[in-house]
Protein backbone atom coordinates (compact mmCIF):
# COMPACT_ATOMS: atom_id res chain seq x y z
CA UNK A 1 0.00 0.00 0.00
CA UNK A 2 1.36 3.27 -0.79
CA UNK A 3 0.80 6.28 1.09
CA UNK A 4 -0.07 9.51 -1.35
CA UNK A 5 -0.27 13.20 -0.72
CA UNK A 6 -2.96 14.98 -2.66
CA UNK A 7 -2.72 18.25 -2.63
CA UNK A 8 -6.36 20.47 -3.57
CA UNK A 9 -6.22 22.93 -6.18
CA UNK A 10 -9.01 24.58 -4.69
CA UNK A 11 -6.56 26.52 -3.00
CA UNK A 12 -3.91 27.24 -5.50
CA UNK A 13 -3.62 30.48 -6.93
CA UNK A 14 -5.73 30.48 -10.07
CA UNK A 15 -3.79 33.12 -11.54
CA UNK A 16 -0.57 30.80 -11.24
CA UNK A 17 -2.38 27.79 -11.61
CA UNK A 18 0.67 26.26 -13.70
CA UNK A 19 2.76 27.70 -11.34
CA UNK A 20 1.83 25.33 -8.85
CA UNK A 21 1.04 22.18 -10.36
CA UNK A 22 4.54 22.65 -11.27
CA UNK A 23 5.11 23.08 -7.65
CA UNK A 24 3.87 19.97 -7.17
CA UNK A 25 5.38 18.28 -9.52
CA UNK A 26 8.90 19.50 -8.56
CA UNK A 27 8.45 18.45 -5.04
CA UNK A 28 7.46 14.38 -5.39
CA UNK A 29 3.75 15.08 -5.38
CA UNK A 30 2.03 11.87 -7.27
CA UNK A 31 -1.96 13.07 -7.37
CA UNK A 32 -3.61 16.87 -7.87
CA UNK A 33 -7.11 16.45 -5.96
CA UNK A 34 -9.17 18.67 -8.05
CA UNK A 35 -12.82 19.60 -6.65
CA UNK A 36 -15.68 20.50 -9.20
CA UNK A 37 -18.85 22.18 -7.06
CA UNK A 38 -22.11 22.76 -9.31
CA UNK A 39 -23.40 25.56 -6.91
CA UNK A 40 -26.50 22.93 -6.08
CA UNK A 41 -24.93 19.40 -4.49
CA UNK A 42 -22.80 22.07 -2.49
CA UNK A 43 -22.85 25.83 -1.97
CA UNK A 44 -20.31 26.67 -4.11
CA UNK A 45 -18.75 26.78 -7.68
CA UNK A 46 -15.81 25.87 -8.60
CA UNK A 47 -13.42 23.84 -11.37
CA UNK A 48 -15.43 22.58 -14.86
CA UNK A 49 -14.59 19.91 -17.02
CA UNK A 50 -13.30 22.98 -19.30
CA UNK A 51 -10.07 23.63 -16.21
CA UNK A 52 -9.64 19.98 -16.18
CA UNK A 53 -9.31 19.42 -19.47
CA UNK A 54 -5.97 22.44 -19.38
CA UNK A 55 -4.97 20.81 -16.12
CA UNK A 56 -4.61 17.80 -17.95
CA UNK A 57 -2.56 18.98 -21.06
CA UNK A 58 -0.22 20.65 -18.79
CA UNK A 59 0.54 18.02 -16.32
CA UNK A 60 1.08 14.33 -15.84
CA UNK A 61 0.21 13.86 -12.81
CA UNK A 62 -2.43 11.42 -11.08
CA UNK A 63 -5.88 13.80 -11.63
CA UNK A 64 -7.30 12.92 -8.48
CA UNK A 65 -11.60 14.51 -9.31
CA UNK A 66 -13.92 15.26 -7.01
CA UNK A 67 -17.81 15.58 -8.19
CA UNK A 68 -19.71 17.84 -5.79
CA UNK A 69 -22.21 17.62 -8.18
CA UNK A 70 -25.65 16.64 -8.38
CA UNK A 71 -26.68 13.88 -10.91
CA UNK A 72 -23.00 12.62 -11.63
CA UNK A 73 -24.10 10.57 -14.31
CA UNK A 74 -24.67 13.70 -17.09
CA UNK A 75 -21.20 14.18 -16.37
CA UNK A 76 -18.80 11.61 -16.14
CA UNK A 77 -18.32 10.79 -19.70
CA UNK A 78 -17.19 14.39 -19.86
CA UNK A 79 -14.78 14.67 -17.00
CA UNK A 80 -13.44 10.98 -17.92
CA UNK A 81 -12.58 12.58 -21.80
CA UNK A 82 -11.06 16.10 -20.39
CA UNK A 83 -8.50 13.52 -18.82
CA UNK A 84 -9.67 12.19 -15.22
CA UNK A 85 -7.74 9.44 -13.58
CA UNK A 86 -9.79 8.85 -10.85
CA UNK A 87 -13.26 10.01 -10.78
CA UNK A 88 -14.85 10.36 -7.61
CA UNK A 89 -18.63 10.65 -7.22
CA UNK A 90 -21.11 11.42 -3.72
CA UNK A 91 -23.03 8.46 -2.18
CA UNK A 92 -25.09 11.28 -1.35
CA UNK A 93 -25.82 12.30 -5.15
CA UNK A 94 -28.54 10.87 -7.36
CA UNK A 95 -28.00 8.03 -9.22
CA UNK A 96 -27.46 4.13 -8.94
CA UNK A 97 -23.80 4.65 -7.70
CA UNK A 98 -22.99 0.86 -8.50
CA UNK A 99 -24.11 0.83 -12.04
CA UNK A 100 -22.16 4.68 -12.26
CA UNK A 101 -19.39 3.21 -10.90
CA UNK A 102 -18.93 0.35 -13.08
CA UNK A 103 -19.26 2.65 -15.76
CA UNK A 104 -15.77 4.96 -14.52
CA UNK A 105 -14.00 1.34 -14.39
CA UNK A 106 -15.59 0.74 -18.36
CA UNK A 107 -14.19 4.16 -19.37
CA UNK A 108 -10.92 2.82 -18.04
CA UNK A 109 -10.93 5.33 -14.87
CA UNK A 110 -10.46 5.20 -11.89
CA UNK A 111 -14.00 4.70 -9.63
CA UNK A 112 -14.22 6.25 -6.13
CA UNK A 113 -17.01 6.98 -4.05
CA UNK A 114 -17.18 9.96 -1.19
CA UNK A 115 -18.79 10.41 2.04
CA UNK A 116 -20.10 13.29 3.46
CA UNK A 117 -19.01 13.51 7.64
CA UNK A 118 -22.46 12.91 8.74
CA UNK A 119 -22.63 9.27 6.54
CA UNK A 120 -21.72 6.04 7.98
CA UNK A 121 -19.24 3.83 6.45
CA UNK A 122 -22.05 1.19 7.26
CA UNK A 123 -23.71 2.87 4.10
CA UNK A 124 -21.34 1.85 1.48
CA UNK A 125 -19.76 -1.65 2.37
CA UNK A 126 -21.77 -3.29 -0.23
CA UNK A 127 -20.16 -0.81 -3.06
CA UNK A 128 -16.71 -2.31 -1.97
CA UNK A 129 -16.07 -4.64 -4.70
CA UNK A 130 -16.92 -1.30 -6.99
CA UNK A 131 -14.37 0.80 -6.12
CA UNK A 132 -10.76 1.28 -5.96
CA UNK A 133 -10.81 4.42 -3.28
CA UNK A 134 -13.08 5.39 -0.48
CA UNK A 135 -13.06 9.05 -0.12
CA UNK A 136 -13.59 10.45 3.86
CA UNK A 137 -14.81 13.99 3.76
CA UNK A 138 -13.23 15.32 7.28
CA UNK A 139 -15.65 18.88 6.89
CA UNK A 140 -18.60 19.48 5.39
CA UNK A 141 -18.10 19.66 1.40
CA UNK A 142 -17.87 22.75 -0.46
CA UNK A 143 -15.61 25.10 1.17
CA UNK A 144 -11.69 24.98 1.73
CA UNK A 145 -9.94 26.12 4.92
CA UNK A 146 -12.52 24.56 7.19
CA UNK A 147 -11.27 22.66 10.82
CA UNK A 148 -11.19 18.83 10.86
CA UNK A 149 -14.12 17.13 12.37
CA UNK A 150 -12.75 14.28 14.52
CA UNK A 151 -15.66 12.32 14.55
CA UNK A 152 -15.34 11.38 10.88
CA UNK A 153 -12.24 9.27 11.75
CA UNK A 154 -14.44 6.23 12.49
CA UNK A 155 -15.54 6.45 9.27
CA UNK A 156 -11.81 5.78 8.02
CA UNK A 157 -11.25 3.46 10.66
CA UNK A 158 -14.16 1.13 9.46
CA UNK A 159 -13.69 1.20 5.88
CA UNK A 160 -9.83 0.18 7.14
CA UNK A 161 -11.06 -2.66 9.36
CA UNK A 162 -13.56 -4.02 6.60
CA UNK A 163 -10.92 -3.48 4.50
CA UNK A 164 -8.31 -5.74 6.15
CA UNK A 165 -11.27 -8.24 7.64
CA UNK A 166 -12.21 -8.90 3.96
CA UNK A 167 -8.74 -8.93 2.03
CA UNK A 168 -9.42 -5.73 -0.07
CA UNK A 169 -7.41 -3.28 -1.35
CA UNK A 170 -9.14 -0.28 -1.94
CA UNK A 171 -7.19 3.23 -0.96
CA UNK A 172 -8.70 5.12 1.98
CA UNK A 173 -8.27 8.61 1.46
CA UNK A 174 -9.48 11.72 3.73
CA UNK A 175 -10.54 15.31 2.81
CA UNK A 176 -10.88 18.28 4.94
CA UNK A 177 -8.94 20.15 7.72
CA UNK A 178 -5.86 17.83 7.13
CA UNK A 179 -2.43 20.00 8.44
CA UNK A 180 1.47 18.42 8.38
CA UNK A 181 0.31 18.88 12.35
CA UNK A 182 -2.80 16.41 12.60
CA UNK A 183 -2.06 14.32 9.18
CA UNK A 184 -1.29 11.53 11.71
CA UNK A 185 -4.64 11.15 12.91
CA UNK A 186 -6.58 10.03 10.09
CA UNK A 187 -2.97 7.74 8.72
CA UNK A 188 -3.74 5.89 12.25
CA UNK A 189 -7.24 5.13 11.45
CA UNK A 190 -6.31 3.80 7.89
CA UNK A 191 -6.20 6.36 5.84
CA UNK A 192 -3.44 6.39 2.89
CA UNK A 193 -4.46 8.75 0.89
CA UNK A 194 -4.44 12.35 2.56
CA UNK A 195 -5.60 15.83 0.58
CA UNK A 196 -4.47 19.00 1.74
CA UNK A 197 -5.26 22.62 0.30
CA UNK A 198 -5.30 25.16 2.68
CA UNK A 199 -2.34 23.58 4.70
CA UNK A 200 0.13 23.62 1.25
CA UNK A 201 -1.18 26.56 -0.75
CA UNK A 202 -1.56 28.66 2.00
CA UNK A 203 1.63 28.35 4.14
CA UNK A 204 4.61 30.76 3.60
CA UNK A 205 6.60 28.15 1.53
CA UNK A 206 4.54 25.41 0.02
CA UNK A 207 7.70 23.39 -0.40
CA UNK A 208 8.49 23.06 3.02
CA UNK A 209 4.93 22.01 3.41
CA UNK A 210 5.20 19.32 1.12
CA UNK A 211 8.73 17.78 2.22
CA UNK A 212 7.00 17.55 5.68
CA UNK A 213 3.96 15.78 4.61
CA UNK A 214 6.40 13.77 2.90
CA UNK A 215 8.55 13.20 5.45
CA UNK A 216 5.55 11.93 7.60
CA UNK A 217 4.45 9.65 4.46
CA UNK A 218 7.25 8.15 4.12
CA UNK A 219 7.89 6.70 7.99
CA UNK A 220 4.17 5.13 8.00
CA UNK A 221 4.87 3.51 4.38
CA UNK A 222 8.52 1.98 6.22
CA UNK A 223 6.12 0.56 9.05
CA UNK A 224 4.04 -1.67 6.54
Do not use: W
Not at 172 to 199: F, H, Q, R, T, Y
Amino acid sequence: MKYILSPSLLSADFTRLERDIRLCENNNVPYLHVDVMDGHFVPNISIGVPVVKSIRQCTELVLDVHLMISQPERYIDAFAEAGSDIINIHYEAEGDKKALLKKIREMGRSPALTIKPNTSYKEVLELADYVDMFLVMSVEPGFGGQSFIEKTLKNAEGLARFREKHGLDYDIEMDGGISASNVAKPLDAGVNVVVAGSAIFGAESPEREITRFNEILSRYEAMI
